[in-house]
């Protein structure tokens, strides 16, 4: 099930509400490579352990979406970045050359120098202590460090007292209106009553667009006038949530420099106003555009100063199979990426996948 | 968070005073400063790499100029080569013999095509041409209801009908020949470079209108992957130049660069701003110190000029020199320097501004602040701020809603600043009285050697002003 991270129960009817978010022990799920206690599966694993929970129409539906769109398969149209050097350290030696390829093909991922450096320098002193002599070991050894470095948390947030309220912020054009189509989509068919809040006002169009999207999954679509104050229009939104007793509200705003001080505390005040009764913020999502260089760190950095960010979805990655400064993102800020846009259909947004990704990155 | 190159290059070749040559050593350190800080400004790869092996011989071979430190010398080199990478002159737009004049705008998703597509129109329309739009992109929701309600405000017109973009684009040539209009744009929808379909359709609308320009928009925030995309656009459209844009944010833009080297074609116009005037041809000696970190004093100075009305500021810069400014002409010159950008972006874009002062928060609240407290004021006390006494600044404060510290403050900020134009008076009266009668006596058409020189003084005083500001900004005086 593409989205279920961690949402709360689906309604009764759907097939899969007993199953919700199952804890289980490591042992009967994950190789043993993994040293944890107990880790949080998501269902879509389990979906596919056991086909027969479903019968469903709605349930065939996600399951085909699941099935149809894995993370690593939707990549693979785009060339990765590394592909080239990837092969050429394959079958290196670990000398001073392999080390500068692999500087060269972390930063042409985008991953940025400072977070490069720091990562190579680790590797460097594994490679040392386990004596690693050969390019495939070392390339092995460097995916595992960096899947390590990407093991955090990336539940979404639906729990929380009041009409939850997720909201999508983040620079120009870097797919916020879209974002919210997609995940609107996704959350109806999994049964949730979705509210959607055109709070870019901002934008010629803007609410005409996410009102498109709304029509086509269902959503209540709650907007104002153009040049309206957006937090007030979020406001009616969740105001419309409650009346309707629906499941989330996701709110638009428009796109905005980081550098723009005015429009960052406008952005404050929105989150501040959606989150007072009976809204509460569950989860602020910064939308950064995968093709984004060393600026996505600024981005992040300034966002989170100003609406405490709680999550990253990382927007067009067909087109580029990089995406790499969510890396120094997550090493450095620790915000997760939880949402990975692959494509402009309306079931092109799946959950961010570490492995998948850190696998994709080094693919050729 | 980026110190800047120079500061860099100065601790670098600190211990080099009186020497004449650079040595092989100094310069490979210097070498390795230029490669982070490129990379950090997201300049390609590749291209980073032949542009410092260009630079290291060129700066091994030169003697150090008299006038310059070793560093500044480095930075003399590696300027110059970058704004030979990025292109010495803007694009010149010759129109076709035939009318309209096509072009053709692509570009990822996001990138910004639609608002450029309309600042461009602005743009043609401010050069005395007549320009229709044509919305081709069919596939975002509403991107043509964004196009309309743009070229709207700007009074152009817009063709598009659902029929597929193909014909969209066809039926707008021929619209815009039965209209009359002499210049085509059309905005087409976002699309990756690896999505061979949709390359396919847009090499199929610029085979059926044949563009006399193509140009390319681009995200002045891209990283790495800028040079692919240039390269593959470029392969199916046969690009003519690029457009970038969100160049207001703090992006070092080193995109622009690498899409330059790789592709060959300039970069021919850059947006710097939301609103639809905030576009204009591109200076690629401005991106080359944006690039290094080195501020943007020379935009600055033009946009100053821009902003200000001239009449107006040299009214105000005379008024300065005579000691007869006002606090009305204070808070006029906040708001004027306020319209162009926050207050933050301004500083961050002067060089020679201590770092600790750029990394202040300028918070726009002391602005709004000093505007109450001066609009408190009566017409009288303005003109003579001598006239508030204890009571007076009371009042002021509590119609302000501040302090009288506060009120005091700033009374004291303004005393000084005016004691010390009344000093600087003398060095520039003369000039500036000149600029105005040349102003006055000159209003009619000259040659183009006569307009340039006028336009000297003119620069001359917002940027006065500007340096003024630094000096009463309340909230900046402790950290300068």
């Known amino acids: 099930m593409v989205l279920d991270q961690g949402l709360p129960e689906p309604p009764a009817e759907s097939p899969l509400s007993e199953l919700g978010e199952i804890v289980v022990p490591l042992e009967e799920l994950v190789d043993e490579e993994l040293e944890l206690g107990e880790i949080v599966v998501p269902l879509e694993e389990l979906v596919d352990e056991e086909p027969q929970a479903s019968e469903d129409a709605l349930e065939q539906q996600v399951e085909d979406s699941v099935n149809k769109k894995s993370f690593g398969s939707r990549l693979a149209k785009a060339k ?32 940025g120098m400072a977070a490069t450096s720091s990562v190579l320098d680790r590797l460097k002193k594994t490679a040392k202590d386990e004596k690693i002599t050969k390019g495939p070991e070392l390339l092995e050894a460097l995916k595992a460090q960096m899947k390590s470095d990407l093991d955090v948390d990336r539940t979404l947030e639906l729990n929380c007292e009041g009409i939850p309220v997720w909201l999508f912020v983040g620079v120009n054009g870097v797919g916020k209106t879209t974002t919210i189509g997609k995940l609107g989509q996704s959350l109806a068919i999994q049964g949730h009553s979705v509210v959607m809040a055109a709070g870019d006002t901002f934008r010629a169009a803007a609410a005409e667009q996410l009102e498109t999207w709304a029509d086509r999954c269902g959503a209540h679509f709650v907007r104002g006038q153009e040049g309206a104050d957006p937090s007030s229009v979020i406001f009616d939104a969740i105001i419309s949530a409650e009346k309707r007793d629906a499941d989330v509200v996701l709110a638009d705003t428009a796109g905005r420099l980081q550098n723009k001080v005015n429009l960052m505390e406008e952005l404050a005040k929105v989150r501040r106003v959606a989150d007072r009764k009976p809204g509460s913020v569950a989860e602020v999502f910064l939308v950064i555009d995968a093709t984004t260089g060393q600026n996505g760190l600024t981005q992040a950095r300034e966002f989170a100063l100003s609406v405490d960010v709680t999550g990253v979805v990382l927007t067009k990655l067909d087109g580029s199979a990089k995406g790499g400064i969510v890396f120094a993102i997550e090493k450095e800020m620790g915000l997760p990426v939880k949402l990975v846009g692959l494509g402009e259909g309306i079931d092109d947004l799946v959950p961010f996948e570490s492995e998948e990704f850190v696998e994709t990155l080094f693919s050729n | 968070m980026f110190e800047s190159l120079s500061d860099r290059f100065d601790g670098i070749f600190g211990r080099l005073k009186g020497k004449g040559r650079l040595s092989q050593g100094d310069v490979e350190d210097a070498m390795r400063e230029i490669r982070v800080a490129l990379l950090e400004a997201d300049v390609n790869f590749t291209v980073v790499r032949d542009f410092v092996e260009r630079v290291k011989i060129r700066c091994l071979g030169s003697d150090i100029a008299q006038s310059l430190t070793p560093g500044q010398q480095v930075i003399k080199v590696v300027n110059e080569e970058l704004k030979a990478i990025l292109g010495g002159e803007t694009l010149k737009i010759t129109f076709a013999a035939s009318p309209p004049t096509v072009i053709l705008m692509a570009g990822l998703q996001g990138s910004g095509k639609t608002t450029s597509s309309v600042k461009l129109a602005r743009w043609f329309k401010s050069q005395g041409r007549n320009p229709l739009l044509v919305g081709a992109d069919l596939q975002r929701p509403a991107a043509v209801e964004q196009l309309r309600t743009l070229a709207d405000r700007i009074d152009v017109p817009v063709y598009s009908d659902s029929i597929g973009p193909l014909a969209v684009v066809q039926r707008g040539l021929e619209q815009a020949k039965t209209l009359g209009r002499d210049v085509l744009i059309v905005d087409t929808a976002g699309r990756l470079a690896v999505d061979t379909e949709l390359m396919d359709e847009i090499a199929s609308i610029s085979d059926a209108i044949e563009p006399d320009y193509t140009f390319l928009v681009i995200d002045a925030m891209t990283g790495q992957d800028a040079v692919n995309t240039a390269e593959i656009f470029h392969g199916t459209l046969e690009l003519d130049g690029i457009i970038l844009t969100k160049l207001d944010g703090d992006a070092r833009g080193g995109a622009a660069l690498s899409v330059k080297e790789v592709v060959g074609r300039p970069i021919a116009f850059a947006s710097t701003g939301e609103n639809l005037e905030d576009f204009d041809q591109f200076h690629p000696e401005r991106m080359a110190e944006r690039i290094l970190g080195m501020g943007d004093i020379l935009t600055l100075i033009e946009k100053a000029e821009e902003v200000f009305e001239k009449e107006e500021a040299e009214v105000a810069a005379q008024r300065l020199l005579d000691g007869t400014f006002t606090l009305d002409d204070f808070v006029d010159q906040l708001r004027q320097v306020r319209k162009m950008g926050n207050l933050s972006g301004l500083m961050a874009m002067m060089p020679g501004i201590p770092k600790e002062m750029k990394n202040a928060e300028i918070d726009e609240r002391d602005v709004n ?96 002003d500007i340096g003024k500001l630094d000096l009463t900004l309340p909230g900046l005086d402790k950290n300068s």
């Open chain 1, 80 to 111: 990765s970045a590394m592909s080239g050097y990837v092969t050429s350290i394959r079958n290196s030696e670990v000398n001073e050359s392999i080390w500068e390829q692999l500087e060269e093909a972390l930063i042409l991922a985008d991953v």
């Open chain 2, 369 to 464: 602040r000093v505007e109450a407290i001066v609009l408190a004021m009566t017409p009288s006390e303005r003109v003579e701020p001598a006239l508030i006494d204890s009571s007076r600044r009371a009042r002021i404060a509590r119609g302000s809603g501040t302090s009288t510290a506060q009120v005091s403050n700033l009374l004291n900020q303004f005393k000084e600043m005016r004691k010390m134009m009344k000093g600087m008076a003398g060095f520039g009266t003369k000039k500036t009285a000149k600029s105005r009668k040349d102003k006055k006596s000159k209003k009619g058409k000259k040659g183009p050697g006569g307009g340039r020189v006028q336009a000297k003084p003119a620069v001359a005083a917002p940027k006065f």
